[in-house]
């Protein structure tokens, strides 16, 4: 099974924190769409016939697509590929695009699943951070969403602002938790090079929460969701029992996936791929049948060290049988061995052969991935 995303680099504008791939010039939405069913077809073979279990819309914003977009991209997505009828459907979705008409159109369409980028509830956050909607407008839009019958729906939100206190954050969290949406994944805010807000931290115009204060925030955030029933399945997210996220499992656990669309990245198990970070790069490489994507084919080593950072995030974690399996008897006794150190300080957790972190280890997990990596 494999998993297919497409990136929709459109947005309305930038948010102050933003790296992704994105574009405000919707003058280029008809080639862009244009020159996506093209790549479709031309990366067909990239997944070798493997029927496809997860479609993921991400961005940028996919929601400042129209419903006639989506037909033409799902038309020549099931024409080409063999999807899966148990397929998890995802878009991700800015609450200020979901009102009647796109709950109408998700309703109409394959979509199964919604991922919104709130970021927060509170005004004063939605301010710093450039977000174009209200907490209002976010309590709606999952409620539209459940109207439309999509009731896996997960929320984004970022902690770690500038300023924020535990009281605001715990607030977050509790107004996600009314909502009773069944996934949520949590991001530390990340000062990014090349973000306005990077530039303002460089300036010296915004201070960075201590480490303390870090810590604090996401032991609040896991200990809220713990009581509340939802599993910490990854690093950054967290889910009621069958509702983790499909797709974004794929890519811990080592699954095939394409990736379609500027700056978009595939992965067969064997090298990566990523296209062209600019729509006119892009498009003009579909254009002329020269693909703007640059490879880099996995050693044995790269490859270990990738099934060790990806696998240690989930709570599944890595088997010494598997790495034996794939890597060989040798790194299977090198990564027992720097393991050793950081199971007897209670970080890391054993049991038969697999290896996973414990509660108190995720936040450490940084320094512990990095000492089982082969370098």
């Not at 695009?97 to 109408?104: G, I, L, Q, Y």
């Not at 460089?202 to 870090?214: I, L, N, R, W, Y």
């Not at 240690?312 to 150190?341: H, K, S, V």
């Amino acid at each position: 099974m494999a998993g297919l995303y497409i990136h929709v680099p459109f947005c309305a504008k930038r948010c102050l924190y933003c790296d992704f791939y994105s574009n405000t010039d919707m003058s280029y939405k008809v080639p862009y769409l244009e020159a996506l069913l093209e790549e479709l077809s031309l990366r067909r073979p990239y997944l070798e016939g493997e029927p496809v279990e997860t479609i993921y819309f991400g961005g940028g914003t996919p929601s400042q697509l129209s419903a006639e977009d989506f037909e033409r991209i799902f038309e020549t997505i099931y024409r080409l590929y063999a999807v899966s009828p148990e397929a998890e459907i995802t878009v991700e979705a800015n609450p200020d695009d979901v009102d009647e008409t796109f709950a109408r159109m998700l309703r109409r369409q394959p979509f199964n699943r919604v991922s919104m980028g709130v970021q927060s509830f509170d005004a004063e956050d939605l301010r710093f951070l450039n977000r174009r909607h209200s907490r209002e407008q976010a309590i709606r839009a999952v409620g539209l969403c459940r109207d439309a019958y999509i009731y896996n729906v997960s929320i984004d939100l970022i902690y770690g602002l500038p300023g924020q206190t535990e009281a605001k954050w715990e607030a977050n969290v509790r107004e996600a938790l009314r909502l009773d949406i069944p996934h949520l994944s949590a991001y530390h805010l990340i000062y990014e090079e090349g973000t306005a807000l990077y530039k303002l931290w460089e300036a010296g115009k915004v201070e960075a929460v201590d480490e303390e204060t870090s810590v604090s925030l996401f032991s609040l955030l896991i200990n809220r969701m713990r009581e509340a029933g939802y599993l910490h399945y990854e690093i950054s997210n967290f889910a009621r029992e069958g509702y983790l996220s499909r797709h974004n499992s794929s890519y811990w656990t080592g699954k095939k996936y394409l990736g379609v669309g500027p700056s978009a990245h595939s992965y067969n198990g064997r090298e990566r791929e990523w296209n062209a970070a600019s729509l006119p790069r892009w498009i003009a490489g579909i254009r002329t049948g020269q693909l703007a994507i640059e490879r880099e084919e996995l050693s044995p080593d790269t490859q270990y060290n990738d099934y060790v950072i990806t696998g240690l995030r989930t709570m599944w974690g890595i088997r010494l049988d598997e790495i034996e399996q794939r890597f060989g008897a040798e790194r299977r006794q090198y990564c027992a061995e720097m393991a050793g150190p950081h199971l007897r300080r209670g970080v890391l957790r054993q049991e038969g052969e697999r290896l996973f972190f414990s509660e108190a280890g995720v936040f450490v997990s940084d320094g512990v991935m990095s000492d089982l990596l082969f370098v």
